[in-house]
């Protein structure tokens, strides 16, 4: 009977796992505002354009792509600039763990990083969650649906970095278009917070907190319970866009397409979606690459999603991926049982996300290739009139003088040594001083060794390559150092 007993223990306490109640609100009227001002301001403004992709890992992740960002800055700096490349970045898109940084990037420009690694890398994100797998209550609630609701996670987040910020604050106040990514259970599809979901939604995203799109970027399984939103049917005057009825239609459209055009349309249908439920975007793009991707395959112009007047003025793009990885173990390897219970669930979760990782950068890189080719065609097909009203003037124009350099930052970049410690770093919101320094470090370090970043700093005025200038031709930077147990 004890078994038994404990089995209806068990079910009865199916009904303390964490419930998200729904925040968006209904549109009031008309569509959604875009996610930034991307105005141009001065006349050399759009030359250069930066995009930047930090993948999830949970703190470590954060860690990292603030790594990369410290290193940008510090090789680039100028005495007008002392922000250096970072005044550039004009997108930023993260999942799970990287979705804290880009978020708060986003937000504050260079400014979030002054303070970012005492204030929030160093400090126990998980302080308000029920994360103790020898809690026999955690188990329940994670197998049952979530062992963590809003109000550990995103409180923190909300707390610490956000202070009540909603997107509406990020048009406002940034000029850097800011993607957070999550999953969306029911379509299996990649969820991005942006004007076009929550039109779908019938849903105003202004008065949305960034904190709870950076809670459903990093909901991963069992650990959160899905982040719910709730779709309006009938409170707006929803026009799906041309691409959506296009993809419903045309043979040829890609089933990434498909897929997202078939998650916006159920958006709409009370039959099918109530209530859309988000979890870590990790799950199916692990890199928050999918709208790039999607963006460009709609594309009814060369350009998208840059302005036409910043297409015209480019001359130099540079997209960077932050790849953390996941934590990994070969201690299931070494022996004939296991994994089982959470550990298999975590394992799946895992494997998934460095399938997304892989497949997504492959589709990401394609993309970026035929946008160069498109940009280069849409800008030969200008007059020169049209150049004027872009650009200012002719002088020094060349419809082909735009290069696109694309690279992966990641623990590859180092030697195998250094890549067994960092790999060795959980994949948790909390960690010690010593893990998120040496993450931080990986992020600086690898920065430096890119080649593709130093091809696209060789190629900018005024700007040095960075493993030149930091540790010299042929020389190594330090080692990073070892975790101490």
Known sequence: MKPIAMLCAALLLTGCAAVNTPLNQPLPEGRNQPLADTAMIGPKDGEVYIGLAFSGGGMRASAFSYGLLEELRAQTATAKDPDGVLSDVRLVTGVSGGSVTAAYFGLKGPKA???????????????????????????????????????????????????????????????????????????????????????????????????????????????????????????????????????????????????????????????????????????????GTTGLAIERARARNGYAPMTAQQAVRLKRFLF?????????????????????????????????????????????????????????????????????????????????????????????????????????????????PEQVDMAIQAGRMAARLNPDLNGFLRSTPGRNPLAALKTGAGKQPTRISPIKN
């Open 113 to 287: 990083l002054t303070g970012y690694r005492e204030n929030y890398l160093l400090t126990n994100a998980e302080k308000y969650m029920a994360n103790s797998p020898l809690n026999p209550m955690t188990l329940v609630r994670g197998v049952s649906g979530g062992a963590n609701g809003r109000k550990t996670f995103g409180r923190y987040l909300d707390e610490t970095l956000f202070h009540g910020a909603t997107f509406g604050d990020l048009h406002n106040h940034s000029r850097v278009i800011t993607w957070i990514n999550a999953a969306d259970m029911a379509n299996q599809t990649p969820f991005l917070f942006s004007p076009e979901t929550f039109d779908a939604l019938c849903s105003d995203l202004s008065s949305f907190p960034i904190s709870d799109a950076v809670a459903a970027s990093a909901a991963f399984p069992l650990v959160f319970a899905p982040i719910t939103l709730r779709a309006h049917q009938g409170e707006c005057q929803y026009q799906e866009p041309d691409w959506l009825t296009a993809a419903r239609y045309n043979p040829e459209a890609t089933a990434a397409m498909k897929a997202q055009a078939a998650a916006l349309e159920s958006y709409g249908d009370p039959d099918k979606v109530k209530y859309v439920k988000l979890l870590d975007g990790g799950i199916t793009d692990n890199f």
């Open 320 to 432: 960077l991926v932050a790849d953390a990885g996941t934590e990994k173990t070969y201690r299931w390897s070494q022996k004939l049982r296991g994994p089982g219970g959470a550990s298999l669930a975590m394992g799946i979760a895992g494997a998934s996300m460095g399938s997304a990782s892989r497949t997504g950068y492959d589709a990401m890189r394609l993309q970026l290739d035929n946008w160069q080719k498109d940009l280069v065609e849409f800008r030969c097909s200008l007059s020169n009139a049209q150049v004027r009203r872009y650009r200012g003037s002719l002088a020094g124009w060349n419809c082909r003088d735009v290069k696109f350099f694309v690279g992966q930052i990641s623990f590859n970049d180092l030697d195998a040594a250094q890549q067994k410690d960092l790999n060795e770093i959980p994949t948790r919101l909390r960690l010690k």
